[in-house]
DNA sequence: CCGGATGTTCACCT
DNA sequence: GAGGTGAACATCCG
């Protein structure tokens, strides 16, 4: 599920209900979702002390933190992978639109902060796609998805013969949009996903950065990227909402990419 | 039973 | 160097 959209809506909740709380222990049961060599004991470091701020730079959420000794801490990157939910309390970040109750099992818990009051921060995540690493590098994440100019999408996207919906997708370019919003915000700018990135004309890029912050907007307030208006037709005998045309289904950046031929040139 | 799923990384090709 | 492909991860769903 993460895209841009439900990572912000877990930053929010965990800048409303993680920060300030004392860390009594750190639970890291799965060796396999700490990165870059991090280790259970390592994280230790944390208890006695507490999230400081939530961030957010793509699909990668950042808690700052502070240690017992009034020192700065480290900062600690989730990722969310595919499946993965932040919980706090008991608590998930997106609310409702999750499919699948059987999501938020215990035993899908791979990452947890256990606080002094008894509370909890963590992440479930069935599928285990997603991780923990500590200090994760900021620079190699591109433009965020949510804060994107015209000038930054131009620049992500100049020169390239890649697809265009690969080089959206590309994190260290455009942070934040995954294979949901792409094809929503390529459908709604009538743009086909295979054209070569670096092909868009001065006026397709005002449109497709027009669409994407307003198909952003949209999708959020209706609650996540799959709140697309072309979410429901990508399926077999799919049609375009727009035109009635068939849709086709490609491959596209090694994911399967509905669009409709008849309206994205 | 099989295929596919809102992601990332890596090895291995062209 | 730039891109593409397939595998890996583990579970659920149609």
Request: glycine residues 14%.
């Amino acid at each position: 599920m993460p895209e841009v959209l439900e990572v912000e809506a877990y930053r929010a909740l965990a800048e409303q209900a993680g920060l300030g709380r004392t860390i009594a222990s750190v639970e890291a049961p799965d060796s396999w979702y700490l990165k870059r060599g991090l280790t259970a004991s390592q994280l230790q470091v944390l208890v006695g002390g507490h999230f400081e701020a939530a961030r957010r730079l793509g699909k990668l959420l950042l808690l700052d933190t502070r240690l017992a000794s009034g020192a700065e801490g480290p900062v600690l990157g989730l990722r969310f992978g595919m499946s993965g939910r932040l919980v706090v309390d008991g608590r998930v970040g997106t609310g409702p639109l999750w499919h699948s109750p059987r999501g938020c099992l215990p035993r899908y818990e791979r990452f947890a902060v256990v606080f002094a009051d008894g509370g909890h921060l963590g992440i479930s995540d069935p599928r285990r796609l997603g991780g923990v690493e500590v200090e994760p590098s900021e620079a190699r994440v591109g433009f965020d998805a949510a804060t994107l100019t015209p000038g930054q999408l131009a620049r992500a996207l100049s020169t390239s013969r890649a697809p265009l919906k690969a080089r959206l997708m590309d994190q260290a370019r455009v942070a934040g949009i995954g294979n949901l919003i792409a094809d929503e915000v390529l459908w709604r700018a009538g743009l086909a996903p295979s054209r070569p990135a670096g092909s868009l004309s001065p006026a397709e890029l005002r449109r497709l950065h027009r669409h994407l912050r307003a198909a952003l907007a949209q999708m959020g307030a209706r609650g996540g990227s799959h709140t697309g208006d072309l979410m429901a037709h990508r399926t077999p005998g799919g049609r375009c909402p727009r035109d009635g045309q068939p849709l086709q289904r490609d491959r596209v950046g090694g994911r399967t990419t509905w669009w409709c031929p008849a309206h994205q040139r």
